[in-house]
């Protein structure tokens, strides 16, 4: 297999604690582009493989706000400007009567912000990803844990790259094909 059918090199572990173990040795000696993969969540793996903060909740924040928004001056517009009923005497800018459907909008633009948000970012759909070929992968969703070093990092050389993943001791390294 020649560098440039390359995706990088993976080594398999058997705990969680190996892994983050793993992953911070591999960031402290200069690897950036690299990726982790267990079959639960893992404290402590995403800050140890080096992604950024999530930006969900600012999302889900602005989606929340825009929907709360959105639903009071739907109402209000209504009620007040495009079709003005004086019921009861009661004002025409009755806001009491507007809560349940600004609350109601509110938690469904949050809702609906969050899953295309949590969609958008994470790349999805990616029916396809190199790791896919590795050695053992399938494992990964059962009980299993891998970090792939790219060979898009800067510091990346197979060989070195290979005795730094050996010198983890993982269960294995696997090369993997583009």
């Known amino acids: 297999m020649s560098d440039s059918s390359l995706h990088g090199l993976m080594a398999e572990f058997d705990t969680p604690g190996e892994i983050v173990r793993s992953a911070r040795s591999a960031r402290?000696?200069?690897?950036?582009?690299?990726?982790?993969?267990s079959p639960f969540p893992v404290e402590g793996l995403a800050e140890a493989v080096g992604?950024?903060?999530?930006?969900?909740?600012?999302l889900v924040l602005l989606?929340?706000?825009?929907?709360?928004?959105?639903?009071?001056?739907?109402?209000?517009?209504?009620?007040?400007?495009?079709?003005?009923l004086n019921i009861g005497g009661?004002?025409?800018n009755s806001w009491p009567s507007f809560i349940p459907i600004t609350f109601e909008l509110t938690i469904l633009c949050a809702g609906l912000t969050a899953v295309i948000g949590m969609l958008v970012l994470n790349g999805f759909p990616k029916p396809y990803n190199p790791v896919f070929n590795a050695e053992r992968f399938e494992h990964a969703t059962q009980d299993t844990f891998f970090l792939?070093?790219?060979?898009?990092?800067?510091?990346?050389?197979?060989?070195?790259?290979?005795?730094?993943?050996?010198?983890?001791?993982?269960r294995g390294v696997y090369a993997v094909e583009q």
């Open 63 to 84: 989606g929340g706000a825009a929907g709360c928004i959105g639903g009071f001056f739907m109402q209000y517009y209504a009620a007040v400007i495009a079709y003005p």
């Open 90 to 92: 009661r004002p025409l």
């Open 148 to 170: 792939c070093i790219e060979s898009s990092d800067p510091k990346f050389s197979r060989e070195e790259t290979g005795r730094f993943l050996e010198s983890l001791h993982p």
């Open 51 to 58: 992604m950024p903060a999530s930006r969900i909740p600012l």
């Open 28 to 37: 402290e000696a200069g690897y950036r582009n690299m990726d982790a993969y």
